[in-house]
Nanobody, 126 residues
Framework: QLQLVESGGGLVQPGGSLRISCAAS????????IGWFRQAPGKEREGVSC????????HYADSVKGRFTISRDSAKNTVYLQMSSLKAEDTAVYYC???????????????????WGQGTQVIVSS
């Protein structure tokens, strides 16, 4: 059974940092593209960052470039999202997702992903 479990969310002050995790089971993160998405109350789910399978091609939404970093730990079969310089507008439920793609690319289009985690809440507030 393919499963993704997010963890590490919480309350952080503006300007602070937080690392959230996405642990996979039933498949290998090395062999699949993994993406991070978020959904704020009343808004549509949007792509934040993704990392391609095998080679480390990464992609970031303009709103998080230079502040967020996606990484993969093959030994732990886990993908991380390191978030820094957090802003109130980063408040959302963060989801990770996986998809196998023939090429070494990844997309921030929500519709292109087929396995999803349950989400972890991130609140940026003073």
């Amino acid at each position: 059974q393919l499963q993704l479990v997010e963890s590490g969310g919480g309350l952080v002050q503006p300007g602070g940092s937080l690392r959230i995790s996405c642990a996979a089971s039933g498949f290998t993160v090395d062999h699949n593209a993994i993406g991070w998405f978020r959904q704020a109350p009343g808004k549509e789910r949007e792509g934040v960052s993704c990392i391609s399978r095998t080679v480390t091609n990464t992609h970031y939404a303009d709103s998080v470039k230079g502040r967020f970093t996606i990484s993969r730990d093959s030994a732990k079969n886990t993908v991380y999202l390191q978030m820094s310089s957090l802003k109130a507008e980063d408040t959302a439920v963060y989801y990770c997702a996986a998809v196998w793609k023939f090429d070494y690319s990844c997309s921030l289009n929500v519709r292109e992903w087929d396995t999803w985690g349950q989400g972890t809440q991130v609140i940026v507030s003073s």
